[in-house]
């Protein structure tokens, strides 16, 4: 094998970001069950092979983009713009936490059900307990004067379950709107007026 | 065939309701993962054939179980003494009714996942739907002030998910009594305070 140069290397993370570029273009249009290898090679002006090199299988596709999404949406409440990152009233940034995870959700439907019904779901199981850490941190800093924070915070975050969202959204025609003032109500209620 | 005489009848509803009860003391004993065939016969003072005959296979003695222990907590709430069912503050009814909740998840256990993870589960989906118009119900005479009394329903009802109780319980070592007390701390917040 030839040594692999930096410029390779820089080549190979430009193209792996165009093609997540594309396939989240691809969602935004026609929804994550549309998402196929072929259309992505497609949309992404590349041949099939390339996909496949890249990703392994529409599997390893989905799981990318969800663990990029996990990242990116960790790295906004923790250290983004207001009202999710710091800045914000902390009740302000429970209800944009909220908003932001129903509209992750039905973004990314299935996919999110497949990944959290994985065995050994690596990705999902210390994201909810960064979640979990996260809003606990909000409610007490909101004055939340209960004597369990944490086990309040994993009934909030037990409310935003995705199987739970979806279930409202495709079977009860609840919209993504409806969920987020339900929500918003909820922890005004719990922690607006601790 | 010869036919069934009201006496035979009378008999079979008579032992059924007797290895019904014979399997709940078991369970009490050693838990539902202890419960087999073998040890129920045994326990009851009949031959196997006797249980198979009547439950056809441990699946069927455990949704048996389970529809009975359903359908008697569904007449508890509805009709039956404070505070769980009509008399008690709406408040305390809701109360009432997560403790009640989180009581039946630790006493049945996988017996509950079993069941909710059956596919078409029969018993489980209309179960659940009565569980929400009862608490929708409750909030609403508790002078719930949102347009979403039904969402919210649905929220609180999430929290009492058996396997995120189960997990507490197993994983965190969270007891039933703090998952009541974090119960009576959330619909206190969200409905007393309406």
């Known amino acids: 094998m030839t040594p692999v140069t930096a410029a390779e290397r820089s080549d190979a993370a430009r193209n792996r970001e165009r093609l997540l570029l594309a396939a989240r273009e691809l969602i935004e ?3 994550a069950a549309a998402l196929t290898m072929d259309r992505l090679a497609e949309h992404a002006g590349v041949g099939k092979g390339t996909v ?3 990703f392994g299988s529409r599997a390893g596709l989905m799981l990318t983009l969800l663990n990029d999404s996990e990242a990116a949406f960790q790295a906004r409440f923790l250290f983004g713009p207001p009202p999710l990152g710091p800045g914000a009233a902390p009740l302000d940034r429970l209800i944009a936490f909220g908003s932001e995870r129903i509209a992750y959700v039905l973004e990314y439907g299935d996919l999110v059900l497949a990944a959290g ?3 050994r779901g690596r990705f999902e199981v210390p994201a909810a ?5 996260h809003v606990e941190m909000l409610l007490r800093e909101a004055g939340f004067d209960s004597p369990e924070p944490w086990l309040m915070a994993g009934s909030l975050n037990s409310t935003l379950d995705p199987e739970r969202l979806l279930h409202l959204v495709r079977e009860h025609g609840v919209t993504s ?3 987020a003032i339900s929500w918003r109500d909820l922890v005004t209620r719990v922690a607006g007026r601790a």
Chains 1, 2 share one sequence.
Do not use: I, V
């Open 177 to 179: 709107e409806r969920l």
């Open 117 to 119: 019904n994985a065995p």
């Open 29 to 31: 249009q026609s929804g």
């Open 52 to 54: 496949f090199r890249r």
């Open 129 to 133: 307990a960064l979640w979990n850490q």
